[in-house]
């Protein structure tokens, strides 16, 4: 038996256990993303087998390993089917989630951003294969972006809290994104590459992204239980930290490039709990915690949060793991039992909880982001979550990947990383438009003026914009300098 033809099958076996079953697992993640970046292993060991079987196939000496070489064949092109399957249907996705956009923003929700937005969007999303290769670059991003690293924003615990500051180099005044990063609630950083490169992509994009360290689950909770479940409600320490990562972008918004009243929270897995969890419950006290300077409580409001692959019912999610797990393990850890002896704490830290009839007004639009295959976090958690947020009539919009697995845009310039966050990049622009339509039809009522259509409402922005002012205390007197005439109703 020849030492060629079976390590070509040792290979063969590794690369199919992977890519067959193992991206199917639980520990699976993002490796349905990276198809083409490794195809050339499994088509290199299918065009050596094919050579072999074509010289030596009549040849009976040589017939064990005409086997093997076959075998190798038939195992790299199920390989192949199964890492191209994103690639074979790019495009049926994409008109998916382009129908999913504009079902659930209106079919022209292009049509009325606001043209002197600081941020920009892209308009035609298609996938490309050369920013696949490509990739996000430091070393070009670098050119229009400025990153500011390891900034402390808070002191807890004898600790230093830091976030990185990713803004635009041109000159203006940026929404506001704070990056919340994930692992679990027990690893994960700010440094992590991935979360590095979506904080050029996105500053580049026009806007001051603030990368966020957070507490986590010392690993020591993974070994013994919490002595005092009160005194140590860990994920209410993170959602205390993501409350001041927010206090301070308010304060520091001048020096970051930053407009405080369009600020947004977007995290991905735990972090996209995170999020969820801190837009939802901003409008009251969560635990006893206030966000304070001096002593002074501060008001904040979110015009909007992003969540990928994130946890919105504890409950759900600890029964859908199944007994055993290290994921129960975890979350038993981290909220401090399980939903049979502690079900008020799973459900307080479920973000699904607050989304009800009596918080609509004070929930902001969510986008939300899922893989159909996720095993780690199942893609329910993701749609109940938007099934409720369209009960109550909250903008929301839910991009459903059918092949993706958990933490698909790691290779943010995979099928999935390009596609979801490109349609991203409508939904913010589309938010903060609406957001300011929405208040000079506030300003309008307030003064009893008829109805504005959307051409004269771009007319005041613009104006707004030109006279450099945030808050219109009497709009008769501000639309009269700008020579427009609007009858009374």
Known sequence: MDIIAISLLIVSLVIFYIFIFFSRSFFGVWLTEVGLLISGLPIAIIIASAVYISRYAFDLDER???????????????????????????????????????????TDYLQYIDPFIESSYIKNVR?????????????????????????????????????????????????????IHGGGFVVGSKDNRKNERLGYMLADLGYTV????????????LTSKKAN????????????????????????????????????????????????????????KFYGLDSTIDGKVIEYKILGVVAFYAVTDFTSLFNY???????????????????????????AFSPI??????????????????????????????????????????????????????????????PGGQLVLKY??????????????????????EQGLGDIVSREKFEIIQKLRDYEISEVNDIHEFLEKLDIQYAKS
Request: proline share 4%; net charge positive.
């Open 424 to 445: 991203l990049s409508q939904f913010l622009v589309w938010v903060i438009t609406q957001n300011k339509l929405k208040m000079i039809d506030e300003m309008a009522l």
């Open 321 to 347: 793991y199944g007994k055993q797990n290290l994921a129960q393990l975890i979350m038993d850890r981290s909220v401090g039992g399980t939903p049979d002896t502690i079900q008020y704490y799973y459900s």
């Open 353 to 414: 909880t607050y989304v009800t009839e009596k918080n609509r007004n004070s929930i902001p639009p969510v986008f939300l982001a899922t893989g159909g295959k996720d095993r780690m976090v199942s893609p329910e958690q993701s749609r109940s979550l938007y099934d409720r947020l369209q009960a109550i009539d909250i903008q929301s919009v839910l991009l459903d990947l059918p092949w993706a697995n958990h933490a698909f845009d790691n290779i943010i310039s995979g």
């Open 64 to 106: 064990l390993n005409v086997i093997l070489f076959v075998v190798c064949i038939i195992l790299d092109f199920a390989v192949l089917l199964r890492v191209f399957i994103p690639f074979f249907y790019i495009r049926r996705t994409n008109r998916m989630l382009h129908e999913t956009m504009e079902e659930n923003l209106g």
């Open 210 to 221: 603030l990368s966020v360290d957070y507490r986590l689950t010392p690993l020591k909770y």
């Open 229 to 284: 479940l009160k005194e140590d409600l860990l994920i209410c320490n993170m959602v205390a930290d993501i409350r001041d990562a927010i206090l301070y972008a308010q304060i520091h918004a001048n020096e970051i490039k930053g407009n405080p009243m369009e600020l947004f929270l977007f995290g991905r897995s735990a972090g996209g709990h995170l999020a969820l969890l801190t837009a939802v419950s901003c409008f009251g």
């Open 127 to 179: 996938f490309q294969f050369k920013q696949y290769f490509v990739g996000i670059r430091k070393r070009i991003y670098s050119k229009t972006v400025e990153k500011i690293k390891n900034v402390v924003y808070k002191e807890v615990e004898g600790k230093e809290l830091k976030l990185d500051i990713y803004k635009p180099r041109r000159d203006g005044k940026f929404p506001i994104i704070i990056f």
